[in-house]
């Protein structure tokens, strides 16, 4: 399984964009990165995937490196709402196995 | 649209006492998965089902037992409870083809707290 590397915790200020890194040098050619993020006592919420492209959608956008070793997560204007657990996965593009790390604890404040 | 539902929420359980936990996926969806959270570290896999059938599995004891019954909900069972078993499970389901090749994003319940005392 391809592993993922975060920083365990970060801060932003409420209304700037949050950026969150993540290395995953040993990802294969076919597998995904993912992006989930937990809220305390929920179950977690997807958020954006790609595979090679940068992608975008209302919640946030993603870029990947071109050599896809690593991505980052935006948030474009971080709300208080957007403090959470946020995970970091490389999928396979077969089965439902997803192998969570530790993730980043994102704390926004006002 | 109804998401991923599971019940019980929570539950309370004592050691060596069987426990059943059950998921509902969303319509459509055929595949269900089953992931264990304790607490402070991230979700961590144990069985995926699909058509009825176990397609995954992770690094858990034979304690731990699923199945998918033909409307695709799931029971997810564990026997002989041990403390370590207190955890937050999760089931998730997807959108998946024949040859289990990801179609989309894993929906996530909400979730079964279950201590063990």
């Known amino acids: 399984d391809a592993k993922t590397t975060q920083p365990p915790s970060m801060d932003c200020a409420e209304g700037r964009a949050a950026n969150l890194p993540c290395n995953h040098s040993?990802?294969?050619?076919?597998?995904?990165v993912y992006w989930y993020r937990q809220i305390h006592s929920q179950g977690p919420q997807y958020i954006i995937h790609?595979?090679?492209n940068n992608e975008t959608n209302e919640m946030a956008s993603l870029i990947i490196t071109e050599d896809r070793k690593s991505s980052t997560l935006i948030l474009p204007h971080a709300t208080l709402r957007d403090t959470a657990v946020y995970y970091c996965?490389?999928?396979?593009?077969?089965?439902?196995?997803?192998?969570f790390g530790a993730g980043t604890i994102l704390r926004v404040k006002s | 649209d109804a998401g991923v539902t599971q019940s019980p929420t929570h539950l309370i359980k004592t050691r060596g006492q069987q426990v059943t936990l059950r998921c509902s996926p969303i319509?459509?969806?055929?595949?269900v998965s089953w992931y264990q959270q304790v607490l402070g570290q991230g979700p961590q896999f144990i069985f995926q089902?699909?058509?009825?059938?176990?397609?995954g599995r992770g690094n858990f004891p034979d304690r731990f037992s699923a199945r998918q019954f033909p409307n695709y909900s799931s029971e997810l069972n564990v026997n002989a409870l041990l403390l370590g078993d207190s955890a937050l499970y999760l089931c998730?389901?997807?959108?998946?083809?024949?040859?289990?090749?990801?179609?989309?994003?894993?929906?996530f319940g909400e979730g079964s707290r279950l201590t063990v005392l």
């Open positions: 998730a389901s997807s959108l998946i083809t024949r040859t289990l090749q990801n179609t989309g994003e894993l929906f």
């Open positions: 040993t990802i294969s050619g076919n597998e995904y």
């Open positions: 790609g595979l090679k």
């Open positions: 996965i490389v999928r396979p593009p077969w089965g439902n196995k997803l192998v």
């Open positions: 319509s459509g969806h055929k595949s």
């Open positions: 089902y699909y058509e009825k059938e176990e397609r």
